[in-house]
């Protein structure tokens, strides 16, 4: 399984980072109320920061962590395999010359 497939689902989708890093777009998640924060899951062990306003909502009413500044996701990402972009495989990467 890839991780993206695990975290897909929980966290809002980030459609693009600012080339200093410091700027990121995220798709629209909607506040939630306070019976809809109520009724949430169990959020992740590695989510530290579960305030209300840490979690938003899809237009279809799933919910997602959209502020996971303070997260330890350390060794679920080390553990995560690695697959290469299609502008890295290369002749040389694969043996042909």
């Known amino acids: ?3 993206e497939t695990v975290f897909k689902t929980k966290f ?3 459609l693009g980072i ?5 700027f990121l ?3 629209k998640l909607g506040d939630l109320d306070d019976a809809e924060y109520e009724s949430t899951s169990a959020p992740p062990t ?5 305030k ?3 979690f ?7 919910i997602k962590i959209r502020d996971y500044g303070a997260v330890e996701i350390g060794t679920s990402l080390a553990k995560a395999p690695t697959q290469l972009a299609g502008w890295q495989i290369t002749k040389k990467r694969l043996g042909i010359d």
Request: proline share 0%.
């Open 52 to 54: 209300k306003n840490a």
């Open 46 to 50: 590695w989510l530290n920061d579960v």
């Open 25 to 27: 777009m995220m798709e």
């Open 18 to 22: 600012s080339e200093s890093g410091r």
């Open 1 to 3: 399984m890839r991780l």
């Open 56 to 62: 938003g909502k899809t237009a279809d009413g799933k």
């Open 12 to 14: 809002g989708q980030i």
